[in-house]
């Protein structure tokens, strides 16, 4: 059964990421003047700023932050990385403190020149590591399963069963999950999946766009909702039949879309998220 | 546990098209040659020929014709396009046959405008409408369950637990499964689905290349075995301990290499067999 149509913009979060040709004010007007209530900040928009004015500008518009985007990129084969892995994924937590958000995202990042499972055991003791600082800040770690064909180098957990798996061996109020319909779409666990990680409560966020036919490259032609094969709104319906209430974030990498108007394609973004998502 | 080094090539199958610009008696002058005892025939290699006596040409060479390559995309929301597929599934049965091979290999199909389980419940009916045809020709049916970034378009089968789910439905001594470690590397059941699917008698066919990092095409950037992020001896071993004594398929899609020297080539392919298979 998928979800009803959403007939208001009240979970409509974008990531900055999205319309990556704005600045940081420029996506917070347009996003408050279209109506959007979310926002989920790339640390790339953030560089050279006052995090914590940033946060302060946002909620002046009427933001609320979803998360930050991204830690993670834990595994490696060389001790000096890891630990570099781990400084800066406390250095993430912080600006997510500073910027008043209480969720960091994961992409937890995989080393080609070890095994899956090698790198998965360092994914964990990453986590595990940094997890009393998160609990401190008050930011919550969500886990984002990435897609399989990221498994050489982005990470090491390609499905929402690893990811459920390892939230559950973790076992901290402060460690979830992130659904991303363009990750996930095609795996034939994912219902119950889904279903397992409202029930563990770790479903802590969930990421919309489209599968594009045919996809031209490995990273920057996601599709907007309703224009690709994704089953959004029924994998939405799927969300909240676990229990989900949060925002549903728009994150669009795309070449094509970052080469044009950037209002013109937030309109767009609102009509996909109305009508497919 | 990894296999043990492949000590000779007798157990070496390659597939036409690694070395697409050969045409057919290229190949097989240049397999044989250099040792190779197996062939897996792609359709496009038999283009406007007496198909039996490509045939003995092949075995003239000492070739033993392990597969040909490739029937299947059963699914479409229209009932002419599915009948299409049918007819041509037919002639591939054909083919094998009057080539002297008794296995095709199926790449399922997917149809972006219906769900994955719609295109899962055609792809069955579809080998269920030829299994006749293909008994009677003494030719077996492998299914190969493609990577998930193939789930839109060319196959909704994306898991060796799927494939070894279809096989077990259709109960069938001449239904079974190609496992490709390129499609199936990343997937954590791989193991215990590949113990599975020997118990069950349906290990037909192993296809090895590597996956290349990173990698820059969807289709045409596959790599040699040894320099890419497979553990493709560690998969043969599992292969092995789950009763496999076939041949091990080299299946390479690479616009790099198709683009030098075929005999260089066919030598690293050795090389890459005997190292890192």
Chains 1, 2 share one sequence.
Not at 96 to 123: K, N, W, Y
Not at 148 to 167: K, V
Not at 199 to 223: E, I, K, M, S, Y
Request: hydrophobic share 40%; charged share 25%; net charge negative.
């Amino acid at each position: 059964m998928s979800a009803s149509p959403l007939t208001d913009l009240s979970r409509l979060c974008i990531h900055t990421i999205t319309t990556k040709p704005w600045n940081l004010e420029e996506a917070a007007k347009h996003y408050s003047a279209a109506g959007v209530k979310g926002i989920t900040v790339w640390r790339d928009a953030l560089e050279r700023r006052d995090i914590k004015a940033a946060g302060n500008m946002l909620r002046d518009h009427g933001l609320a932050i979803t998360s930050l985007c991204r830690g993670g990129f834990f595994p490696s084969t060389k001790k000096e990385k890891r630990q570099i892995a781990i400084d800066d994924n406390r250095r993430a937590i912080e600006e997510a403190h500073a910027l008043g958000t209480d969720m960091l995202v994961l992409v937890c990042g995989a080393d080609p020149e070890q095994s899956l499972e090698d790198s998965r055991a360092q994914i964990r003791e990453g986590i595990e590591t940094v997890l009393a600082e998160a609990e401190q800040a008050g930011v919550r770690l969500a886990i984002e399963p990435l897609h399989p064909m990221y498994a050489d180098t982005r990470s090491a957990i390609n499905t929402l069963g690893q990811a459920n798996d390892m939230a559950a061996q973790i076992n901290s109020p402060w460690v979830g999950v992130a659904v991303d319909v363009y990750h996930l779409w095609w795996d034939p666990a994912l219902e119950q999946e889904i279903k397992r990680c409202g029930a563990q409560g770790h479903l802590f966020a969930f990421h919309v766009c489209d599968w594009n036919v045919p996809t031209r490259d490995f990273l920057n032609d996601r599709g907007l909702m309703g224009r690709g094969c994704i089953p959004v709104r029924k994998i939405r319906g799927w969300v909240e039949e676990a229990g989900f209430i949060g925002f549903n974030e728009v994150e669009i990498f795309s070449t094509h879309f970052w080469g044009g108007d950037q209002a013109e394609y937030l309109e767009q973004i609102i009509e996909a998220y109305r009508e497919h998502t």
